[in-house]
């Protein structure tokens, strides 16, 4: 059974001019039929006139509906890389793309922590090597603040170490910065989706050093002094251990390593993630 009512036209003036159209309720459709009345304030009631012309109201709400349909869909990123040309790249190739933007941008981990509280991207793209933090501690920090964060690794080199950390950081994808950009607006799409991705290039090089054993905090920091060309004596002192007790440490790092001695040991170290030079 019908039922009538009355609607304000979308567009019409206000006031004693405002129009209203008479709807009556079909139980059989979801938009409302428009009758042959329609009444003005303070105005003699004249017929609307009859066409194949869409009600304005109908009209709008369904504006309205593919408005919020793209907001939907638009992806907004966030980059965070301590390289202005990187920075540049990026905008120019995310600028191309109509179903994504640059909202915002930051050269140092801690602009970057402070960009995504104030623009909550959908999806922020974050350098691992940063002037004031590490790439993995904005990770964990924005991650602390908004534990559902989308957040894409953007990294020099493949080192196994920091790929596993951004992984137990909570980052949804991890590539190199010399991807094509295709792939790197795919990988966006995706983790945009719920989904996390990773390269074979950067599965193949987790997988290969996945049963090595990881250096330990003491042996990290026994390998930094000698990063910075101290003798073992020097690094005992400074540390407060036996010289021999550095030769121990150092037996260990070279065997988890397969290194030959102190040298190849840090270069090893640093190709893999243990190290920054």
């Excluded at 009556?24 to 009758?35: F, G, I, T």
């Excluded at 623009?119 to 991650?143: H, K, N, Y």
């Excluded at 908004?146 to 790929?163: G, Y």
Aim: hydrophobic share 40%; proline share 5%; net charge positive.
């Amino acid at each position: 059974m019908s039922s009538r009512h009355s609607v304000l036209i979308a567009g019409a003036p206000s006031g004693n001019g405002a129009v209203y159209v008479d709807c009556l309720s079909n139980p059989e459709s979801h938009v409302p039929s428009v009758s042959a009345r329609v009444r003005t304030k303070g105005a003699v009631q004249r017929p609307w006139p009859t066409g194949p012309r869409q009600p304005l109201l109908v009209e709008r709400i369904r504006m309205e509906e593919r408005h919020s349909e793209h907001n939907r869909s638009h992806i907004k990123i966030l980059s965070i890389d301590g390289h202005p040309v990187v920075r540049e790249g990026i905008g120019a190739i995310l600028k191309s793309q109509v179903d994504m933007s640059l909202v915002s941008a930051a050269a140092t981990g801690k602009e970057g922590i402070q960009a995504y509280r104030v623009a909550r991207p959908d999806v922020a793209l974050l350098d691992l090597q940063l002037p004031d933090l590490s790439g993995i501690e904005v990770l964990i920090g924005i991650r602390s603040e908004f534990p559902n964060a989308r957040i894409i690794i953007l990294a020099t080199f493949p080192r196994d170490v920091e790929i596993r950390r951004a992984l137990k950081a909570g980052a949804c994808g991890y590539l190199l910065k010399s991807v094509p950009p295709q792939q790197m607006l795919e990988t966006i799409r995706r983790v945009h989706s719920g989904k996390k991705c990773f390269s074979r290039e950067i599965a193949a090089g987790v997988a290969e050093y996945m049963s090595d054993d990881n250096l330990s905090d003491r042996e990290l920091e026994v390998l930094r002094h000698v990063a910075d060309g101290e003798r073992n004596r020097d690094i005992g002192e400074k540390l407060f251990i036996a010289e021999e007790t550095v030769n121990f440490h150092l037996r260990h790092i070279m065997g988890k390593l397969g290194a030959r001695d102190r040298t190849h040991s840090v270069a090893i170290a640093a190709r893999r993630g243990f190290l920054y030079l």
